[in-house]
Every structure is written in C-alpha cells, then in structure tokens.
C-alpha cells in the first residue's frame, strides 16, 4: 500500500511538472521514491543516474530487465534474483498517469513524446557537448537529477 501511494504521489507530481502550472507550486519535490532500492542503487546507478522509475510504464521496465546482457550496447545482467529484486521494487512505481503509459521507442525516457516536448527548446548542438554526451545524461543539466528533482529551476545547461 505504501508503494502505491509514493508511486501515485510522483506520478501527479510529474503530471503537474509537465503541464508546467503546478510545477512552481510544487516547488522541489522529488520523483525518487521515499523508499529506494538499495539493489536498485547499486546496480542500476553505476553507469548512469538512477532514472525515477515513474518515467517509464511497467511494460518498459519488464522489457528493459528482460535483456540486460543486452543494455543499450553494454553488458548490464545480473543474477536472476536480482533482476527479480529490482523488478518487484520498480514496476509498482511505474508511470501509469497519462504522459508516461506510452512505451517510448527504445524503452528510452529520452525518446518518450513528453521528453522530446519539454526539450524542444534545446539546440541539436547542446547535446552533442562533451559536458553533456548524451540526452540520457539527465545530470549535465538537472543538477538536482540524484535526488530525482527536476524542477526547471535547477536547470543549469553546461557549456
Ligand atoms: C554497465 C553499465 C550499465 C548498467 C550496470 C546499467 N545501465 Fe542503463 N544504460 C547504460 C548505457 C550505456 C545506456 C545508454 C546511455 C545513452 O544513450 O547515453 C543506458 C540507458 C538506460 C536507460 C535509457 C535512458 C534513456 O535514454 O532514456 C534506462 C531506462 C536504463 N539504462 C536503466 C537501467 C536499469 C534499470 C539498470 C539496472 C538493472 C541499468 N540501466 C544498468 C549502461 C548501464
Ligand atoms: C542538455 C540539458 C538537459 C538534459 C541532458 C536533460 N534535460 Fe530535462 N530539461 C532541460 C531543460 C532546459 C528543460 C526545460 C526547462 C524550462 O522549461 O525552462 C528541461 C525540462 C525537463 C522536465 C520538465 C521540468 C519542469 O519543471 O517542467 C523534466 C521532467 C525533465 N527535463 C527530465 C529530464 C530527464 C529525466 C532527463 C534525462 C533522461 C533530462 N531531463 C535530460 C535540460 C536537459
């Protein structure tokens, strides 16, 4: 029940975010669960930040867990009780709302409708940057992105 109601919590949070009206209001909530998975830190933050679980829907996530020796070009797996682990802790807090039921191609959050949307203002060249690398490099320009804070306020596009 619990997990429920964080998910839910981030999920119209983000839902507020991205209609960009309650969002100032809102002020710097988090879209990291309360509760996070120590395995999920661990081995899912290593590489990359440890994207909020309400940015993709459960389907994505499954598929995504599904193929790890197959990772976006990298070798991710892991044990299968600890795909089960991070599963069972991740697809409860899957997006469910509107804006992120879509499975993005990919299974990226970078390629989902409402990502291209909220950055479409961001110049090709900026994300070709060295400081940035790469769209899936929340960090180079949320500098909150570890607390799973995204508020436009926090926004600073590295040079
Ligand atoms: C060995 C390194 C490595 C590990 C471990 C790893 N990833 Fe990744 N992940 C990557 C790379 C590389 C990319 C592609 C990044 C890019 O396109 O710039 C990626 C991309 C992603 C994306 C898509 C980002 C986008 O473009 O929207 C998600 C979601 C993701 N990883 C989730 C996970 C999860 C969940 C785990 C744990 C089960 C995990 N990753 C573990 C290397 C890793
Ligand atoms: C190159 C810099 C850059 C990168 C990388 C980046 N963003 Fe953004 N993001 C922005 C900018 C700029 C905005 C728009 C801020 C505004 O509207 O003034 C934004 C807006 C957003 C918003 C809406 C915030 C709000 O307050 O309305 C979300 C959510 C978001 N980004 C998530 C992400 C996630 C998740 C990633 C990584 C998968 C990411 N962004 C990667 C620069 C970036």
């Given amino acids: ?75 991710a797996s892991l044990e299968p009780a600890e795909v089960l682990e991070i599963s069972k802790w991740l697809e409860p807090l899957a997006g469910t709302y509107k804006k992120v039921r879509e499975e993005p191609a990919e299974d990226r959050i970078t390629k989902a409708a409402w990502f291209v949307r909220e950055h479409r203002k961001i110049d090709a060249e900026v994300w070709l940057r060295p400081s940035v690398k790469s769209a899936a490099n929340c960090a180079a320009c949320h500098t909150t992105a570890d607390d799973g804070n995204y508020n436009d306020k926090f926004v600073r596009i590295p040079k």
């Fill in 1 to 75: 029940m619990k997990r429920a109601t964080i998910s839910l919590a981030a999920a119209i949070l983000l839902a507020a975010s991205l209609d960009g009206t309650v969002v100032k209001a809102a002020g710097s909530k988090d879209l990291l669960p309360a509760m996070m998975s120590e395995k999920y830190r661990t081995e899912c933050a290593s590489c990359h930040l440890a994207y909020p679980p309400a940015l993709l829907p459960a389907a994505s996530w499954r598929r995504l867990l599904s193929h790890l020796d197959n990772h976006y070009g990298v070798d």
